[in-house]
């Protein structure tokens, strides 16, 4: 039997099943489930409780408005969680998904610039590694010509 996420009038509801059931909303992820998503029409939410290709990510469950990850919980194995968190995307008011969003943009814009200050860093010592390879290679080339002229 495999455990199911379903929707009866407006609300959501764990059963267990050997068939899909037609009121599918998502279905308990078994370590192969890559596509297993839900979007929320009432407030324009993606919910996804799916698997990785990796072994980190498994049973993960995340929340998605406006390509913008608002949540993101690995391992998550109680379908009860998942379905509170359906409940709770699915009811909430404009102002609390629009707050939540931009909270979510600042923390994505906060480590988008700790990652540009980190590329930043490793572009430097880059470029001074390159002027040492160059110079290995202009050394290089000077030793071929003093070995040219020692032949002469």
């Given at each position: 039997m495999k455990k199911y996420i379903v929707v009866e009038n407006n609300s959501f509801k764990p059963i267990e099943l050997e068939t899909v059931p037609l009121n599918i909303v998502l279905c308990e992820p078994d370590f192969n489930t890559w596509t297993n998503s839900y979007t929320l029409i009432n407030?324009?939410?993606?919910?996804?409780?799916?698997?990785?290709?990796?072994?980190?990510?498994?049973?993960?469950?995340?929340?998605?408005?406006?390509?913008?990850?608002?949540?993101?919980?690995?391992?998550?194995?109680?379908?009860?969680?998942?379905?509170?968190?359906?409940?709770?995307?699915?009811?909430?008011?404009?102002?609390?998904?629009?707050?939540?969003?931009?909270?979510?943009?600042?923390?994505?814009?906060?480590?988008?610039?700790?990652?540009?200050?980190?590329?930043?860093?490793?572009?430097?010592a880059l470029i001074k590694k390159m002027q040492v390879y160059e110079e290995i290679e202009q050394k290089g080339n000077e030793i071929k010509e003093l070995l040219l002229k020692l032949k002469d």
């Open positions: 407030s324009g939410v993606d919910v996804f409780w799916q698997d990785y290709y990796n072994d980190t990510r498994k049973k993960c469950l995340s929340v998605i408005y406006k390509n913008t990850v608002l949540l993101e919980l690995n391992r998550v194995g109680n379908i009860q969680m998942v379905i509170d968190t359906l409940n709770k995307f699915n009811t909430i008011s404009s102002v609390e998904l629009k707050k939540r969003y931009e909270e979510a943009q600042k923390k994505e814009k906060s480590v988008l610039e700790s990652e540009i200050r980190t590329l930043i860093m490793e572009k430097a």
